[in-house]
């Protein structure tokens, strides 16, 4: 039973990875990603955290722009 139960469990982590990941293609999943994904790049290189946050929410606040723009 226990082993039943760990598969079981490990089901359920794999379930909800795919629904991460399904989440990630979309595209706020996408500009959320490049947001945090540049905000812990920008850290990384030594920037402070204020700045950092700055720059990588302008990245992303423009790559959704651009994703979601209307067809006129």
């Given at each position: 039973?226990?082993?039943?139960?760990?598969?079981?469990?490990?089901?359920?982590?794999?379930?909800?990875?795919?629904?991460?990941?399904?989440?990630?293609?979309?595209?706020?999943?996408?500009?959320?990603?490049?947001?945090?994904?540049?905000?812990?790049?920008?850290?990384?290189?030594?920037?402070?955290?204020?700045?950092?946050?700055?720059?990588?929410?302008?990245?992303?606040?423009?790559?959704?722009?651009?994703?979601?723009?209307?067809?006129f």
């Open positions: 039973m226990a082993l039943l139960a760990r598969l079981l469990q490990l089901l359920r982590f794999l379930e909800g990875l795919l629904e991460f990941l399904d989440f990630l293609v979309t595209p706020l999943g996408l500009v959320a990603g490049v947001g945090l994904l540049g905000y812990g790049l920008l850290l990384f290189i030594g920037l402070d955290a204020s700045t950092a946050a700055t720059l990588s929410g302008s990245v992303a606040l423009g790559l959704s722009c651009i994703i979601t723009r209307p067809s």
